[in-house]
Each structure stands twice: as structure tokens, then as C-alpha cells.
């Protein structure tokens, strides 16, 4: 029944993500004020609700336009669900700015294997990954997925290989003089973030240690059911599934490096994590095998959202 209800995009399913979305924000926004009521405090908090829409909506338009779900809204259903399993991304404005930018990358990236303006597409998601890192700085490993992406689609072609170091490049003359005009602390606080840091130690309650268990075995449990299935799935579409597999590993290594440690900065994975879980939802199976998974994952989301609440 649930299966049945996100199979196909209709504004009735896509009504209920964008209501989800909505409830589990302001339910997060209210058990957490502040007391600051100031128009720019309440500015921020509809910014950081748009920036989670804009997620959303884009990674929808990359499923679909590159062929990778059937029409359905499974991906907004379990990017909204992983959100979820760490509540407090949902106010954390530095990381959701981040991993939109990561996202818009990635979407630039993953519609490489057209091969139609491929030098564009290269530079843009360059730009996109260097000014995410200005927000959160070792997002900027996810430059390597732009090479791994000219390695799979036009290694052919040795200026592609420079596109990413000149997209850098821009960026950071671009960031150093502004930083140097507004006599502003912006490099002390990037140069603050470049730290490696492999410490776990960071947990404040049980409950963000369980969060985090259970989420990483179900990224565990999906990613090796689409490693077992890539035979089985049409041969245009493996080098997407590699990329979007090369985004989860990279994901999962700026968490383990970053400083600052939390659960938020899984944000990164949420939605190459989205994708493959729609794909394994789509795969011809029993009906009763989709719906179990799809409850687990509704279940899980929402009881670990207010255990953190």
C-alpha cells in the first residue's frame, strides 16, 4: 500500500513529502528556540527551508532526467527519511548550504555520460564542489568524483584533466581577495575547518550512537544489494551507479576527517543513499519485500527522530 502510493510522481505524494518536510521542521525549529524572534533570525530558519527544498527538488530532476527511477517519488520519500535519523541537520545552515552545492555537482556530474557540453559540465561541478568547501572545507574531496567521472566518460580529452584545478583555482582567488577587502576572519576559520580529525568520540547521548548504527546499516545493507544486482541492471546506467557509489565512500570520509565531529555531516551521503534505496525499491521483487523495507525505513526515520528530539 505504501509502495503503491510513491510509485508514481503526483502532486498527491509529492504534498505529503513537502508536508512531512514542514511538520518535522518547525516540530524541530519549536522544541529548540531560542527566544530570538528578530525578522532575520526567522529569515534564516525559511533560508534553511528553502536550501532543504532546493535539495530535495534537484536531486528529483537528477533521478529522473538520467534515467535512474521509473516516474516514481521514492528518492524525495527516503532523502526526507534520512534527514530524519539526524534531526539536527535540519538547523545546521553551514552543512545544508554545503551539501547543496555538492548536490548541484553532482548533477552536472551525473548527466556527464551524455557527452554534450562535457567541458561545461566539468568546470561547473568544479565550481560548485570549491564553493562548497567554502562552507564545510573537506567537502572539497568531492573534486575527486569529478575526475573519477572524466576518468569513466572523456579521460580521452588531457584538457578535461585541468578543468577542475582551474575551477579551483577562480574560486579561491576569488574567496582570498574578497576575504582581504571586507578585512574579514573568513581564512582563519577555513584554515580552522582543514584540520583532520578521526576522533569518535563525540556523542552526547546513546540515542546519536544508535542513530548512527542503524543508519549505517541500512547504507551497508543497500549498498551491497546494489553491488550483487549491478550485473543485472542495463549496462548504460553502471557508470552512474559507480559514481553514485564513489559519492557514498566520499561522503563517508569527510565524516571520518572532518573536526567538529557529528552525525550532520552524514548529510553528504543522504542523497546518493536516496538513489540507490529507489533503485532497490523499483527492482522487480515480491510486493510484500518493498513494503517491509519502505515501513522499516518510515519506522526507523521517525523513532529516531524523536528519541533526538
Sequence with gaps: MITS???KSTPLNYSIVILGVL??????????????????????????????????????????????SKDSAYTVLFYLLFMLFFPSILDNATLLLSNLFIILAMRRIVSLHSLKASKEKIFDASIWVCIAALFHFWSILFILLIFIAVLFHVARDYRNWFLPIIAFCAVAIIFLVSALYFK????????????????MNYFTNNFQNLALSIYAT?????????????????????????????????????????????NDLLVFTFAPMAMITTTHIETPQAQWKKEVVLALLILGGIFAFFVQL
Design 184 to 199: 574579514t576572519h573568513w581564512i582563519e576559520h577555513l584554515l580552522s575547518q582543514s584540520v583532520i580529525d578521526l576522533r
Design 218 to 262: 541500512i547504507g551497508l545493507f543497500f549498498v551491497v544489494l546494489l553491488l550483487i544486482s549491478m550485473s543485472n541492471r542495463p549496462l548504460i546506467l553502471h557508470p552512474t551507479y559507480k559514481k553514485i557509489l564513489s559519492m557514498i565512500i566520499i561522503g563517508i570520509a569527510v565524516f571520518a576527517i572532518s573536526p567538529n565531529k557529528s
Design 5 to 7: 502510493l510513491f510509485r
Design 23 to 68: 511538520f518535522f521542521f518547525f516540530l524541530y525549529q519549536i522544541k529548540h528556540v531560542t527566544g530570538n524572534n528578530s525578522l532575520l533570525h526567522i529569515a534564516i530558519k525559511m533560508g534553511l527551508l528553502a536550501v532543504i527544498f532546493a535539495s530535495l527538488f534537484i536531486i528529483n530532476f537528477v533521478v529522473k532526467k538520467n534515467g535512474m
